[in-house]
């Protein structure tokens, strides 16, 4: 099928549902604690978060803190919780399939691939769940957006056999360049000076990029 999206009441024909196959943990590091830092554990406790979970890092302490004071690790997610969220995907995909939809799925995540790196930095990778964050269809043209989060650096990748289908049929697509993502390219003051919903997990200051200590 031709892309063609230009509104949002139209008649759905085709979609992409996301997979969270091989959903093993979340990692609290840099980018993952800036972009929640208001609804992390231990930032505000009078406050119950309904829009994300919240997170306790097992073993946080003198050997679980960053140089700033802020808790660092993989926070691992319980099988059950990703099988039930894996039953709701399917879910998903089978009323929109019954309701006359063609589905298109991402590639799953390879069960081996644990972390995603670069030169600069290594973080824990997450499965194609959410594809609209990266991802936006303006009519006939793809684009992929930059991520805001490590462990999602290469998340559009899984959708490229899709997108390429699209291509093939005269779609446009446009890559949007991805930052580098080091220490240095995140600008703190959001998270130091934010006050909105109490009190805030503290963020120290970042430490010097391993490539170079002034890249944005």
């Known amino acids: 099928m031709t892309l063609n999206s230009y509104d949002e009441w139209s008649p759905l024909k085709e979609v ?12 609290r590091e840099l980018s ?5 830092h208001d609804n992390i554990a231990g930032d505000n406790t009078t406050r119950s978060e309904w829009y994300y979970p919240r997170l306790t890092v097992g073993g946080a302490g003198p050997g679980g803190a960053g140089p700033d004071g802020a808790r660092r690790g993989r926070v691992p997610i319980k099988q059950r919780y990703v099988d039930e969220l894996v039953e709701d995907l399917e879910g998903i995909a089978a009323a ?8 298109l799925r991402p590639m799953d995540l390879d069960p081996g691939t644990s972390e995603v790196r670069t030169p600069a930095w290594s973080a824990s990778v997450v499965p194609p769940l959410n594809i609209r964050d990266n991802t936006l269809i303006l009519g006939d043209e793809i684009i992929e957006t930059p991520p805001m989060i ?13 997108f390429q289908r699209y291509f093939a049929q005269g779609a446009r697509w446009t890559v949007m360049p991805r930052p580098l993502m080091t220490d240095a390219s995140f600008d703190l003051d959001y998270a130091r000076e934010s006050t ?3 009190p805030t997990e503290p963020i120290g200051t970042p430490s010097p990029s391993p490539t170079t200590s002034a890249s944005r």
């Open 150 to 162: 490590r462990s999602r650096y290469f998340e559009t990748q899984f959708l490229t056999p899709v």
């Open 196 to 198: 909105i919903g109490g």
């Open 96 to 103: 929109l399939t019954a309701l006359g939809a063609t589905v």
């Open 32 to 36: 993952f604690d800036l972009f929640f």
């Open 16 to 27: 992409v549902v996301g997979s969270a196959a091989h959903y093993t943990s979340h990692e």
